[in-house]
């Protein structure tokens, strides 16, 4: 049975940093593509970072491009997410999920971890 | 890249068909038959329903079809059902390792 698990989220001042993990199980994490998807309260999906299957590729929204930074450790079949100068907008309930961006879809999707970024 | 353009609400009797529609443009949703429709009921993950415009994974009932014509996708459920009350979201791939989600609609069942 495909799990994934994040942890991680928390409080945060504006300005402030947060690294999020996604435990991933009962697949072959390392063949694999994966994604973080977000979601503000009340609101829609909005796809925020992918990472290739060995970690050599990396892809962002335009709204965290150089704020984020998507890793991944097949020796420990997590999936992390480092968020830096973090802003009150990205307030959300974020999702690990795994799929292929260039097939458009994720197929598995973990319960997501609350990240809440207010003075 | 902006976001994908779903109505906000759609409704239907049980039994009833409903169509829920998806639209992008030619650089998205009219370039790529990579367009998804996701389930999502309230406090729960969203769950794949149809992946690259019309494929069903396997445990989804066959009440859940997708189609694409130009730059607009469709998500019809069949034979309404009051579990189908949820929101439901549409994602393309937008091209340059870019995607793109709907605003998402919610379903009500009357």
């Known amino acids: ?119 | 890249q902006s976001a994908l353009t779903q109505p906000p609400s759609a409704s239907g009797s049980p039994g009833q068909s409903v169509t829920i529609s998806c639209t992008g443009t030619s650089s998205d949703v009219g370039s790529y038959n990579y367009v998804s429709w996701y389930q999502q009921h309230p406090g729960n993950a969203p769950k794949l329903l149809i992946s690259e415009v019309n494929k069903r994974p396997s445990g989804v009932p066959d009440r859940f079809s997708g189609s694409k014509s130009g730059n607009t996708a469709s998500l019809t459920v069949s034979g309404l059902q009051a579990e189908d009350e949820a929101d439901y979201y549409c994602s393309s791939y937008g091209g340059s390792d870019n995607l793109l989600f709907g605003g998402g609609t919610k379903l009500t069942v009357l």
């Open chain 1, 1 to 119: 049975e495909v799990q994934l698990l994040e942890s991680g989220g928390g409080l945060v001042q504006p300005g402030g940093s947060l690294r999020l993990s996604c435990a991933a199980s009962g697949f072959t994490f390392n063949t694999n593509a994966m994604s973080w998807v977000r979601q503000a309260p009340g609101k829609g999906l909005e796809w925020v970072a992918a990472i290739g299957p060995t970690g050599a590729s990396m892809y962002y929204a335009d709204s965290v491009k150089g704020r984020f930074t998507i890793s991944r450790d097949n020796s420990k079949n997590t999936l992390s997410l480092q968020m830096d100068s973090l802003r009150a907008e990205d307030t959300a309930l974020y999702y690990c999920a795994k799929g292929w961006i260039s097939r458009g879809y994720f197929d598995y999707w973990g319960q997501g971890v609350l990240v809440t970024v207010s003075s």
